[in-house]
């Protein structure tokens, strides 16, 4: 199965505004992370990681949806 992972690594001086956008939206990843397992609905990812960004005061780009994992890389 294929799938990609990135993340976001501060270099130099990176301003508190940057720093908090970055420490959540990792969190975002983290708390997605805790509930996945066989059965689980995809979207329930999507909820908890919007759930979290809006008690962040962090918007969600709705229209990037990134790509799942499968047999095919970028599917």
Same mark, same amino acid.
């Given at each position: 199965?294929?799938?990609? %992972? +990135?993340? =976001?690594?501060?270099? #130099?001086?990176?301003?508190? !505004?940057?720093?908090? %956008?970055? /420490? +959540? =939206?990792? !969190?975002? %990843?983290?708390?997605? %992370? /805790?509930?996945? !397992?066989? #059965?689980?609905?995809? $979207? +329930?990812? #999507?909820n908890i990681i919007g759930k979290?960004? /809006?008690?962040?005061?962090?918007?969600?780009? $709705?229209?990037? =949806? #990134?790509h799942g994992v499968g047999s095919?890389?970028?599917?």
């Open positions: 199965m294929h799938a990609d %992972l +990135n993340e =976001t690594f501060c270099v #130099g001086k990176v301003d508190d !505004k940057s720093k908090y %956008l970055i /420490e +959540n =939206t990792y !969190k975002c %990843l983290e708390k997605a %992370l /805790e509930i996945c !397992k066989p #059965g689980e609905m995809y $979207r +329930n990812c #999507g979290h960004a /809006e008690e962040c005061k962090l918007g969600i780009v $709705r229209s990037y =949806t #990134g095919l890389f970028h599917c």
